[in-house]
């Protein structure tokens, strides 16, 4: 094969889109299952019933895929919800063969039935149309930039309170090892003694390997006497439980300073008066 130099424009004139449809098997079986449901004014128990599916893991996920449509809910909250209802033993299949009867006092809890009734009587116009696909495209975007933002001004709020203006938002550092992104350093971003990062599951669309590199680039960058302060929050952590084992133990060991959630402001304001004492700042 014969050596060539390509150029930019060679290659940007030949761009095109990459177009792929949202709709894959599983998507054509919920669906297929919602358009099963008859139309009624009011629904009763033995219509969840006929909603859930048990006769293969795939017919109950796709049955759980279509309770959460009706509920509003995402995956994650939905398996979240499930797990803090029916306590131990599981949320799948097996549970729901094991134990139907609770599995479905669940359900009902959650308020399957209005949902039901709510969303197949509901007379929609073209509008509503129009506002579910914002909802679910710049809105799901929007919902998660909104959660971590507001983890952002809880962590503002207390840091402005200790330290007045010595600190930088939402900036890029410089450590011993070169430069990092951070959301607070303090009290400059040119020699930082404390690194304050607000990260939330679910925020900002983050996966968790993108949540932990962050974290680590921190960690590689700063200096070694200097304090990484972790603020994180969102009971869907719940779900992702081996992820936050794994920022738990970089505090164990010592790479992060201390974790803090939302309920633990108090501890946050008293360890940053602390530190603030001993850097003397």
């Not at 399957?112 to 969303?119: H, S, V």
């Not at 930088?168 to 350093?185: H, I, S, Y």
Request: aromatic fraction near 8%; charge should be negative; hydrophobic fraction near 35%.
């Amino acid at each position: 094969m014969r050596i060539v130099k390509q150029d930019f424009d060679g290659i940007i004139e030949r761009l095109s889109p990459l177009d792929a449809s949202w709709m894959d098997d599983t998507a054509e079986a919920i669906m297929a299952r919602i358009r099963g449901i008859q139309a009624k004014t009011e629904y009763t128990r033995e219509d969840i019933e006929d909603l859930i599916r048990a006769d293969s893991g795939d017919e109950f996920q796709v049955s759980l895929f279509c309770v959460g449509l009706f509920l509003g809910f995402s995956k994650d909250k939905l398996a979240f919800e499930l797990k803090d209802r029916l306590g131990s033993g599981g949320t799948g299949i097996k549970r729901y063969q094991q134990d139907t009867a609770t599995y479905l006092d669940v359900l009902e809890e959650l308020g399957l039935l209005e949902a039901m009734t709510a969303t197949v009587n509901v007379k929609p116009v073209w509008s509503d149309l129009l506002l579910e696909r914002l909802r679910s495209g710049r809105g799901s975007a929007i919902q998660g930039q909104q959660r971590g933002r507001n983890l952002e001004d809880f962590a503002e709020e207390t840091i402005k309170e200790v330290f007045g203006s010595l600190y930088e938002p939402r900036c890029t550092f410089q450590g011993v090892n070169g430069l990092a992104k951070c959301d607070f350093a303090i009290p400059c971003k040119q020699d930082p003694y404390i690194l304050v990062e607000a990260k939330g599951y679910g925020a900002t669309g983050s996966k968790m390997s993108d949540i932990i590199g962050d974290l680590d680039a921190i960690i590689r960058v700063k200096r070694h006497d200097a304090s990484l302060l972790f603020i994180t929050d969102g009971v869907t952590w719940k779900e992702r439980a081996n992820d936050l084992r794994k920022i738990v133990q970089r505090q164990n060991d010592g790479r992060i300073t201390r974790i803090y959630t939302k309920q633990m402001k108090d501890q946050f304001r008293a360890d940053l008066e602390t530190l603030k004492s001993e850097y003397g700042i």
